[in-house]
């Protein structure tokens, strides 16, 4: 089992930044991909970033160009960098972890809300 746990999420101002964290139980290196997910009231949750155990990095077209995924295999971290936070950000959001086996991992999800 692998547990994870976000944190880093809060108040923002529109235009503004945070720096979303999940650090894990176990061993990232491992994982088929690690991946931040979010979801507003009312809504499906949708992907926002993911990142294959290759590197290889997918964005929602929402956040393209203002989020940034990154992982610290040592650390056995992944941080999502959000700029230029817009209201519609507003949402939990939450961190993911995929074996090949297809089994996923969740942590408990942390707010973020943008609003002036």
């Known amino acids: 089992q692998v547990q994870l746990v976000e944190s880093g999420g809060g108040l923002v101002q529109p235009g503004g930044s945070l720096r979303l964290s999940c650090a894990t139980s176990g061993s990232i290196f491992s994982m088929a991909a690690m991946g931040w997910h979010r979801q507003a009231p009312g809504k499906q949750r949708e992907l926002v970033a993911d990142?294959?155990?290759?590197?290889?990095?997918n964005y929602a077209d929402s956040v393209k160009g203002r989020f940034t995924i990154s992982k610290d295999n040592a650390k056995n971290t992944v941080y999502l960098q959000m700029n230029s936070l817009k209201p519609e950000d507003t949402a939990v959001y939450y961190c993911?972890?995929?074996?090949?086996?297809?089994?996923?991992?969740w942590g408990q999800g942390t707010q973020v809300t943008v609003s002036s």
């Open positions: 993911n972890a995929r074996r090949y086996t297809e089994t996923n991992y």
């Open positions: 990142i294959a155990r290759g590197g290889k990095i």
